[in-house]
């Protein structure tokens, strides 16, 4: 019987941790525990626009996470220039990810 003075002994046995061998083991057991990422919620653009009447009006885009974007967007707004003159820019938009 204990007495309030004396600590309480528990009956604890110690397990060897599991060692992993092999890196396809290693990589297994990373690719279940790694969180999995978000669905992105937004879509970054690079957006043409024209001026049409005095307001400027949507002509093309281009997302922005594709690799040479910006090129493609500046080749695009070039060729407006060329072929029908006026006025044009070039403006960042963020819209809603679709399912």
């Known amino acids: 019987m204990n007495t309030p003075n ?3 002994t528990m009956n604890t046995q110690t397990t060897e941790p599991q060692t992993m061998n092999t890196q396809p ?3 297994a ?3 279940a525990t790694r ?3 978000k669905p992105k919620k937004f879509t970054y653009l ?3 626009q024209g001026q049409y009447a005095h307001s400027w ?3 093309a885009a281009e997302d922005k996470a594709e690799a040479g974007a910006w090129s493609r967007i500046k080749q695009t707004r070039k060729e407006y220039r060329e072929n029908e003159g006026g ?3 070039i ?3 963020r819209e809603a990810a679709t399912a």
């Open 6 to 8: 004396q600590p309480q």
């Open 25 to 27: 083991e290693i990589d």
């Open 29 to 31: 057991y990373l690719a």
């Open 35 to 37: 969180p999995k990422p």
């Open 46 to 48: 690079y957006v043409l």
């Open 57 to 59: 009006a949507d002509l």
């Open 87 to 89: 006025s044009y820019r």
């Open 91 to 93: 403006i960042s938009r």
